[in-house]
């Protein structure tokens, strides 16, 4: 028998309603034990109220955990401290699970014997977002495979076993408001020996609001996915950032040969701010808050 707990972070997002329908809507064995854990992230326990009322009906037990404040880093740190099953999986308060997901997820584990799973998440978009965006998929996320290996990962479609890989490990509270803290998380976990496979099927949806479906939100994704990379990259800083500079260079290149296509002039774009962003994380560039400073709802 399988035990699962999914443990999903929130701040200010009343989405999370729709992500706990959806796990609701799971098609899982009789023999999986699942828990859900909300792990409340605002100051005041803001998404209490929504969770318990959800929670009357619900087919598994939820715990709810007001894990204050504004670091997503303390929210997740919570939810490993409050797991007690097998598994724990991630997932995001702006996502939706498919029916299949758990169970595809759970048999990619059991018949690999990994440490941790990761799902893709397919980004959804509105009706409004520029064409070159929904044709190019700009926001979905996938696991980056190095040399047949994959050595880090993300928190928004994850399993992962408790097995001595993940004992002791937490999120770094210096990221919890910058983003990239499940990154280095990963990265880690990977260097204690963790292993990690993928699982193609177990799909995740994210909607993509019009606060994202811009080229400048795009960018400083991009920027701050570079610096986390720059930040754990080992050896002497200053041959990185030669590397980094020609890649980058290369990219800027690539993009004015591109320059009539919407989608690969945009994406060469992305891949130089994304090695601009590697540079600074190298030498220790500040990076911008991206967590934490929605207006309270």
Excluded at 6 to 35: G, H, K, M, Y
Excluded at 89 to 94: G, K, Q, V, Y
Excluded at 124 to 153: C, E
Excluded at 239 to 268: D, H, V, W
């Amino acid at each position: 028998m399988a035990s699962v707990d999914i443990a999903i972070c929130t701040f200010r997002r009343p989405f999370l309603a729709e992500t706990l329908r959806s796990v609701a809507a799971l098609e899982i064995d009789n023999d999986t034990l699942v828990r859900v854990i909300v792990s409340d992230n605002d100051v005041t326990p803001s998404a209490q109220g929504l969770v318990q009322a959800i929670a009357r009906d619900f087919p598994f037990p939820v715990m709810y955990l007001h894990s204050p404040a504004q670091n997503i880093s303390i929210a997740r740190n919570a939810c490993l401290d409050a797991a007690s099953a097998e598994y724990l999986a991630f997932i995001d308060d702006d996502e939706t699970v498919s029916p299949q997901w758990l169970g595809q997820l759970l048999n990619r584990a059991e018949t690999t014997g990994a440490d941790a799973v990761l799902g893709p998440v397919r980004a959804v978009y509105a009706d409004t977002a520029p064409q070159w965006m929904a044709r190019g998929d700009f926001h979905s996320t996938a696991p980056v495979v190095v040399n047949g290996r994959i050595l880090t990962g993300y928190t928004c479609n994850v399993l992962m076993r408790r097995t001595p890989a993940l004992s002791g490990l937490r999120f770094d509270l210096a990221l919890g408001r910058s983003g990239g803290e499940d990154t280095d998380f990963f990265h880690r976990f990977t260097h204690k020996g963790g292993s990690i496979v993928s699982a193609p099927e177990a799909w995740v949806y994210e909607p993509v609001p019009e606060s994202r479906a811009a080229m400048s939100w795009l960018m400083r994704r991009k920027l701050r996915s570079g610096q986390t990379h720059g930040m754990l990259l080992g050896g002497a800083r200053l041959p990185q950032a030669g590397i980094a500079a020609a890649k980058a260079g290369y990219c800027f290149a690539m993009a004015g040969l591109t320059a009539f296509s919407p989608i690969e002039r945009r994406k060469n774009l992305l891949r130089a701010v994304l090695h601009l962003g590697v540079i600074g994380g190298i030498f220790g560039v500040g990076q911008a808050v991206h967590y934490g400073d929605a207006p309270a709802r």
